[in-house]
Nanobody, 125 residues
């Protein structure tokens, strides 16, 4: 099991930027776990945002954030990042990171067995 803690959320104005982080700890090499970001706004279902493979060599970004958000990881620091640029009010949500025991990417919540507590990102208009 991977323990995950998100940080870096906050309030930003539309058009601004923010980077959220996911710190992980586990009994196995961090590079063996693909990590994804999901978000959930009030009254809406949890939505896939981005995912990165264990090595960092492969990434997938949701169409809604493609070109604006970038997922990355630093395995030496056991940390995954989500850089968010050109933020829009519709990006407002609780952002969760999640890890799976496989290196390859997945985009559905059910594929991930470990979840963080979430961090709130609010984009004002």
């Amino acid at each position: 099991q991977v323990q995950l803690v998100e940080s870096g959320g906050g309030l930003v104005q539309a058009g601004g930027s923010l980077t959220v982080s996911c710190a992980a700890s586990s009994g196995r090499p961090f590079s063996t776990s693909a990590v994804g970001w999901f978000r959930q706004a009030p009254g809406k279902e949890r939505e896939f945002v981005a995912v990165i493979s264990g090595s960092g060599g492969s990434t997938v970004h949701a169409d809604s954030v493609k070109g604006r958000f970038t997922i990355s990881r630093d395995n030496a620091k056991n940390t995954v990042f989500l850089q968010m640029n050109s933020l829009k009010p519709e990006d407002t949500a609780v952002y969760y990171c999640a890890a799976r025991r496989f290196q390859m990417v997945a985009t559905t919540p059910s594929a991930f067995g470990s979840w963080g507590q979430g961090t709130q990102v609010t984009v004002s208009s």
